[in-house]
């Protein structure tokens, strides 16, 4: 008798996650569940930042001399990014304790997957069967079942 193991897969970049799910072992086709939309990670940097652009801070006191820092701007745009990695390693430890699935597959973008990563819990890493640094997001249902065959997890 084949099992009937839920598995999630998390597709993410640093603006947009979707989320799928299949039975495994029943050779059945994805399933959207969740489509995850972050806008600010795409905005510019001075868009998330009060500061003026061209605005810098000194990082040696009030003498001239020693370097400026321009990093308010990247930082607020790292932020965003961080914060919706938190948002998706929330979802899924939610949908986890809740019994939705019981493993999963994670293919992120470089460098949001290592931001992921930052913010999955024990069980949520542990669920974890397989993980991709790639971005998927904007491919279509049949591309992603394609891909996942060819890299047999979807079975």
């Given amino acids: 008798m084949a099992s009937t193991e839920m598995i999630w897969l998390l ?13 495994k072992g029943q050779g059945g086709h994805l399933r959207e569940v969740a489509d995850f939309v972050h806008p600010q990670s795409r905005m510019k940097g001075s868009e998330l930042s009060s ?11 009030d003498s001239d001399v020693g370097g400026a820092s321009l990093d ?3 930082e607020a745009r790292r932020k965003e990014h961080v914060l919706f990695a938190r948002e998706l390693g929330d979802h899924i430890d939610k949908a986890l ?11 992120a973008s470089n460098p949001f997957l290592g931001e992921l990563n930052t913010q999955l819990s024990p069980a949520c890493s542990k669920a974890l069967t397989a993980k991709l640094a790639s971005d998927w997001t904007d491919l279509d249902l049949p591309q992603i079942e394609q891909r996942l065959t060819a890299m047999e997890l979807l079975r």
């Fill in 97 to 107: 304790q809740a019994h939705r699935f019981s493993a999963w597959v994670l293919v």
């Fill in 51 to 61: 500061d003026r652009a061209g605005h810098t801070q000194r990082t040696q006191g």
């Fill in 11 to 23: 597709i993410a970049n640093a603006s947009r996650a979707r989320i799928f799910e299949w039975v």
């Fill in 72 to 74: 308010h701007r990247s």
